[in-house]
């Protein structure tokens, strides 16, 4: 956020100004005017230093501007990765402020880098367009994303996984389940769905993932949580299995 000096003065100013004793002839209450207007200058200029650290001032003189990186405020890396800024002991404070001293020789050299960094999320944000709205954030661009993506409904219950064992829930309710698993018995064995289905699954579709195998693993007793497969006594040891269910 911008500090407007102007604007502070005006209103350390006008602060001033309305302390003025109106009984006072017009010729005095002009000349404490022009005070006011000089002394509340020279106040917002100093407030505007020390927040801000960017006035022509000694390189050791303001420290504030750089301790006063606000947690939850972004900032980028050295390896140009977006990150937030953390709460900081007084020692970690102190070590990163003679790091940037070191690398740049004065504050002031530090608070150009900061701005350049900040330029680099502005021209992120545009080329990528990213709008925040109150229900929605669009992207126009490619979004590349490493690991699990989870999508959460209004009601808070997640309505797609995209992982090896995973689900999507469609327009209407339709849910959709896929996964994995290893069957090791002849006798019946149970295998749950990464969630459970609302009201009722309809069916389940197994394919051994050992590619030259005949026998096939039959599904039975499929319920809202689970389905049972009992296979062929022809089978032996361990095998493995994608399958697919869907069910509302």
């Known amino acids: 956020m911008a500090l407007d000096k102007q604007f502070l003065k005006y209103k350390l100013e006008k602060i001033k100004n309305d302390r003025i004793w109106k009984d006072q002839d017009a010729e005095t209450k002009r000349r404490i005017r022009k005070d006011n207007a000089k002394m509340a200058q020279e106040e917002a200029d100093a407030i505007h230093s020390y927040l801000t650290g960017e ?13 006063h990186n606000l947690p939850g405020n972004f900032f980028i890396t050295d390896k140009g990765q977006l990150n937030v800024f953390q ?10 402020l003679m790091s940037l001293l070191r690398k740049h020789r004065s504050f002031g050299g530090a608070n150009q880098d900061t701005r350049k960094k900040l330029r680099i999320i502005k021209r992120i944000f545009d080329s990528l367009n990213i709008i925040f709205k109150r229900d929605r954030i669009s992207i126009k661009g490619d979004l590349e994303i490493e690991g699990d993506l989870l999508f959460k409904s209004e009601t808070g219950k997640p309505t797609l996984s995209l992982t090896p064992s995973g689900y999507v829930e469609l327009t209407g309710g339709l849910l959709l389940q896929w996964g994995t698993g290893t069957s090791t018995s002849d006798d ?34 499929i319920t809202a949580t ?3 497969i009992n296979r062929n006594s022809d089978i032996d040891g361990s095998e493995g299995f994608y399958y697919q269910a869907i069910g509302h």
């Not at 709460?87 to 990163?96: I, L, M, N």
């Not at 050992?210 to 026998?215: E, K, R």
């Open 188 to 221: 019946g064995e149970y295998f749950d769905f990464p969630v459970a289905f609302p009201n009722e699954c309809f069916n389940v579709v197994t394919q051994r993932t050992n590619g030259d195998a005949q026998d096939i693993l039959p599904v039975q007793n």
């Open 87 to 96: 709460v900081e002991g007084a020692g970690t404070k102190k070590s990163r």
């Open 55 to 67: 006035d022509p001032i000694d390189a050791f003189d303001n420290k504030s501007f750089l301790e």
């Open 226 to 228: 689970n389905f049972e």
